[in-house]
C-alpha cells in the first residue's frame, strides 16, 4: 500500500511512537510519505531518522481552492470546528487532497484526534482517500474535548485506532457508544527485535533511579522528587537522573534546590533515544509516577516504561490508564497509588534493596514486552485497519 501520515508536526523528539511505526511499515515494504503541517521544531534528532525513507512534504497553509466534494457531512464537520480555526484546517485539507493525488496514496493516516486528524476528515469528505486515526491520550482525557467534532472525524473515518484497552472503554463510554465496533485496540509496538538486546547482561549502577519524559504536571515528577527525599532522610544513598524538558523544569529545578537535593539529582535536558537506551541499561530502577493533570490529561499508555522493561529495568508507576497493561500484575515491578510519594518511596526501596525482587522483575520485563509490545507483531494489526474495506456509520446505523 501507499499509505500517507498525517501530522501535526514531524518529526518531534517526544513521539518515537509513531516514527516507530512508520519505519515499521516500511520494513514490511509498504510506501509512506508524511504530510507535516508544521516545520519541525530545532531539537535533538532521534538517529532511527536515518533510516526512514519516507519523504516528508510540508503541507500548504493556504489553498488555492481546488476541487472540493460538496457534501452535508462535510459542511457539518467545517461547522463544528472552531471558528477561528476553520479556514486554515480546511485549506490544508484541500492540500493534503492534492498532495494525495499527486503521490497516489492509498490511505490516509493521523495520530491524535487534533487538528491533523480534523484535517485528514476534511480531505477525505473531500473526495480523497479513506483515512484512520489514532488516538492517544490528551486528545481524549483533556477537559472541554468538543464532543460533536470528535464524532463526526470518527464518522468520517474507516476506523478510530487506540493504544490501550482502557482507552477503548473510555472512548466508546464518552464518545462512541453506538458504534463500538469503530475503536480499535494496537498496542504501540516497538522494534524489539534489534533495539534491545534483552539476552545480554548489563552491568548496572547501584541505586541509580531514572526517570524520562517531558517535564509536565501528568508526568508527576514532584512525587519522585519528594520519594527520593524521603528516602535520604532516612539513609538510604541514591542517584536520579531525570531526562525532559517542560513546562514544569523551573518548579522541578527549585524543588531539588528547597529540598536539598542538588548532590544527587541530575536533569539533563532531552536526549535523543540512544542515549536514553544507554541510561536504561545502566540506571538500576525506572520510575515514572503518572498522575492526572488538572486539564484531565493522563498518560495513556507510556512508551518510556515500555522501553525500560525491555531493558530488564524494573519500573515504578501508578496504577492508572493503560499503565497495568503495560507492567501486568507486579509482573515486572511495582503499581503505586497516585499522588502518593511515600509509597512511591517503599516501593523504590523495595525494589533496590530486595536482589531476588529486583531480578524477577528485571527477568520478565523483556518477557512481557516482547509478548504485547513487538512491533511485528503488532503492525500487521494497523495494516489490518488500513486494508479492512470501508463501512459507513450510515451503514452501521450509527453517529448522525
Known amino acids: 500500500m501507499k499509505i500517507a501520515y498525517v501530522l501535526k508536526k514531524f518529526p518531534r523528539l517526544s513521539e518515537t511512537f509513531i516514527l516507530n511505526e512508520i519505519l515499521g511499515l516500511e520494513e514490511l515494504g509498504h510506501e509512506v510519505v508524511v504530510f507535516t503541517l508544521k516545520v519541525a521544531d530545532d531539537e535533538p534528532r532521534h538517529g532511527d531518522l536515518e533510516k526512514l525513507k519516507a519523504l516528508i512534504v510540508l503541507v500548504p497553509k493556504e489553498s488555492d481552492g481546488g476541487v472540493v466534494e460538496d ?5 457539518a464537520l467545517i461547522e463544528a470546528l472552531p471558528e477561528q480555526r476553520r479556514p486554515k484546517i480546511v485549506a490544508q485539507g484541500q492540500g493534503v487532497l492534492q498532495l494525495c493525488a499527486d503521490h497516489s496514496v492509498d490511505h490516509l493516516h493521523a495520530h491524535f484526534m487534533t487538528v491533523a486528524s480534523h484535517v485528514a476528515a476534511v480531505c477525505r ?54 458504534c463500538p465496533e469503530k475503536v480499535r485496540m494496537v498496542y504501540n509496538g516497538l522494534p524489539l527485535e534489534d533495539t534491545f538486546d534483552v539476552g545480554r547482561k548489563i552491568e548496572r549502577e547501584e541505586n541509580h533511579v531514572l526517570a524520562v519524559g517531558r517535564l509536565v504536571e501528568k508526568k508527576g515528577f514532584d512525587i519522585l522528587i519528594r520519594a527520593c527525599h524521603l528516602l535520604r532522610q532516612n539513609g538510604k544513598s541514591l542517584r536520579l537522573s531525570i531526562v525532559g524538558q517542560g513546562d514544569e523544569q523551573g518548579a522541578l529545578t527549585q524543588l531539588v534546590h528547597d529540598l536539598e537535593l542538588d548532590d544527587i539529582v541530575t536533569m539533563t535536558g532531552p536526549l535523543p ?19 492526572e493533570g488538572k486539564d484531565g490529561n493522563r498518560d495513556a ?68 514486552t516482547r509478548e504485547l509490545f513487538d512491533r511485528r507483531k503488532t503492525l500487521p494489526q494497523i495494516v489490518q485497519v488500513f486494508a479492512d474495506q470501508e463501512t459507513t456509520m450510515e451503514q452501521r446505523g450509527g453517529i448522525e
Request: charged share 25%.
Open 301 to 368: 499508555l507510556p512508551t518510556v516504561l515500555i522501553e525500560a522493561l525491555s531493558c530488564g529495568l524494573p519500573v515504578v508507576s501508578t496504577l492508572m490508564v493503560g499503565i497495568p497493561e503495560i507492567v501486568g500484575d507486579d509482573e515486572c515491578g511495582i503499581l503505586v497509588p497516585v499522588d502518593d510519594f511515600e509509597t512511591t518511596a517503599v516501593a523504590m526501596k523495595s525494589l533496590l534493596d530486595d536482589q531476588v525482587l529486583w531480578s524477577t522483575c528485571s527477568e520478565r520485563g523483556p518477557i512481557r
Open 71 to 75: 457534501s452535508q457531512q462535510l459542511r
Open 125 to 178: 469528505l473531500s473526495g480523497g482517500p479513506s483515512f484512520s486515526v489514532t488516538a492517544h491520550a490528551k486528545d481524549i482525557f483533556r477537559h472541554g474535548i468538543d464532543k460533536g467534532v470528535f464524532r463526526r472525524v470518527a464518522k468520517a473515518a474507516k476506523s478510530v485506532v487506540t493504544v490501550s484497552y482502557f482507552n477503548r472503554r473510555y472512548i466508546i463510554d464518552r464518545f462512541l457508544s453506538e
Open 273 to 291: 533515544r540512544e542515549e536514553v537506551k544507554a541510561l536504561m541499561e545502566s540506571a538500576k530502577l525506572f520510575v515514572l509516577p503518572c498522575r
